[in-house]
């Protein structure tokens, strides 16, 4: 994707030392290539948002199929736990609440 925002150093250097990061995070048998990371959260005018709780590894396939529902929720669902209360309450626009409650009966076992 050419208009990806560069993600700042100091998150980068997490991306080498935290195991999450070495294998796609949605991890079924469509898994395909290389593992980068997939930017989840877009924002407003703003974008996609450059902090480590919505930047997510994901193989080739399924970054390419981010915007699957199927995916997107799942991304959603492991983004929305990474996050802290405080982290979601910066993106007030967003009913945080609603989507939890979704995704949380959507995937919980
Ligand atoms: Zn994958």
């Not at 980068?12 to 989840?40: M, S």
């Not at 590894?57 to 399924?62: G, K, L, S, V």
């Not at 915007?67 to 929720?73: C, G, L, N, P």
Request: net charge positive; with cysteine; glycine share 4%.
């Amino acid at each position: 994707m050419a208009l990806t925002k560069p993600i700042p150093k100091k998150i980068r250097d997490l991306f080498d030392i935290d195991p999450f990061y070495k294998k796609c995070c949605i991890a079924d048998k469509n898994c395909d290539g290389r593992v980068q990371i997939h930017h989840n959260f877009r924002y407003g005018g703003s974008g996609r948002v450059n902090e480590l709780w919505c930047l997510l590894p994901a193989c080739d396939f399924h970054n390419k199929n981010a915007d699957i529902t199927e995916y997107k929720d799942k991304f959603d669902w492991i983004m929305i736990h990474r996050a802290s209360p405080a982290d979601l309450q910066k993106y007030p626009k967003v009913d945080w609440i609603q989507r939890f409650e979704y995704l949380e009966k959507k995937f919980k076992e």
